[in-house]
Nanobody, 129 residues
């Protein structure tokens, strides 16, 4: 049974940093791309938006425009764990962050949600003073 379990969310002040983790289990193949999406908790009807993705076997990374320069995705293959280092957090960074698995990092955006085959339950990041 495939499971993606996020952790590390919480309350943080603007300008602060936070690292999210996603522990991955149950995959029998190693071709999966894993990454992060986020959703505004105040707009539950709005689609999730892509943040960053890392290719199979900790391969090439993709950071969407919203993440470039402030967020870094990485993975520890031995620990089956995905990370998202978030720096210089802003109020608009507040969101529920979801870990997702797909066959590719291509289209890691709102359109690409349809390609996500497995989701975690999400972890809330609340940027507030």
């Amino acid at each position: 049974q495939v499971q993606l379990k996020e952790s590390g969310g919480g309350l943080v002040q603007p300008g602060g940093s936070l690292t999210l983790s996603c522990v991955i289990s149950g995959f029998t193949e190693d071709y999966w791309a894993i990454g992060w999406f986020r959703q505004d908790p105040n707009k539950p009807g709005q689609d999730r938006d892509g943040v960053a993705c890392i290719g199979a076997r900790a391969g090439p990374t993709v950071h969407t425009d919203s993440a470039k320069g402030r967020f870094v995705i990485s993975a520890d293959v031995a620990k089956n764990t995905l990370y998202l280092q978030m720096n210089q957090l802003k109020f608009e960074t507040t969101a529920i962050y979801y870990c997702g698995a797909s066959r590719t990092c291509l289209r890691w955006n709102t359109w690409g949600i349809r390609l996500i085959e497995f989701w975690g339950q999400g972890t809330l990041v609340n940027v507030s003073s």
